[in-house]
Structure formats: C-alpha cells, structure tokens
C-alpha cells in the first residue's frame, strides 16, 4: 500500500484547511476527508464510498484513504461497514 496521494488538480488544499483547520485528514496531501472527530470519520467513509469520490484516486490511493478511515474509527470507537 502507497502512502503517497498525489495532488489532484480539483482540489485547494488550502480550502480543507481552512474549512476544518489543521486536522489530520485521510489524505493529507489534499487536505480531504477529515478523520479528527467520531463525526468527520463517518462523514469521510461515506463520501469516499461514493463511487464518484473514489473515481478521483487510483486503486492504490483509494485503498491508502480508506485503510486511514479504518484506523481513525478505531481510535475514535466508530464502527463503519465494510463496503
């Protein structure tokens, strides 16, 4: 598993971190999916499991992101479904 995400060129990294100040995010290099809070891991799982979200990432970077979002919702005692 990579965990190297390349930059999207879709996306302002600035804006994520403004939007949610500096918080460890599911991918950091493009400041998407925050994975600070109960609430921001169940929130990034299911965007990231739409199929239009994950379109934007390879396989490998898909699999970096979510592998994230499982370890953030340990720590953060939420269970998400395996989709």
Same mark, same amino acid.
Not at 12 to 20: A, D, S, V
Not at 48 to 63: G, P, R, S, T
């Given at each position: 598993?990579?965990?190297?995400?390349?930059?999207?060129?879709?996306?302002?990294?600035?804006? #994520?971190?403004?939007?949610? #100040?500096? %918080?460890?995010?599911?991918?950091p290099?493009?400041?998407?999916?925050?994975?600070?809070?109960?609430?921001?891991v169940?929130?990034?799982?299911?965007?990231?499991?739409?199929q239009?979200?994950?379109?934007?990432?390879?396989?490998?970077? %898909?699999?970096?992101?979510?592998e994230?979002?499982?370890?953030?919702?340990?720590r953060?005692? %939420?269970?998400?479904?395996?989709?």
């Amino acid at each position: 598993m990579s965990d190297r995400i390349k930059r999207r060129e879709d996306v302002n990294p600035e804006r #994520g971190e403004h939007e949610y #100040g500096d %918080v460890e995010f599911a991918d950091p290099t493009n400041k998407k999916y925050p994975i600070d809070s109960p609430e921001h891991v169940r929130a990034a799982w299911s965007y990231i499991n739409h199929q239009d979200n994950a379109a934007k990432y390879n396989a490998e970077e %898909v699999k970096t992101i979510k592998e994230r979002i499982r370890r953030a919702a340990k720590r953060h005692d %939420v269970e998400i479904s395996e989709e």
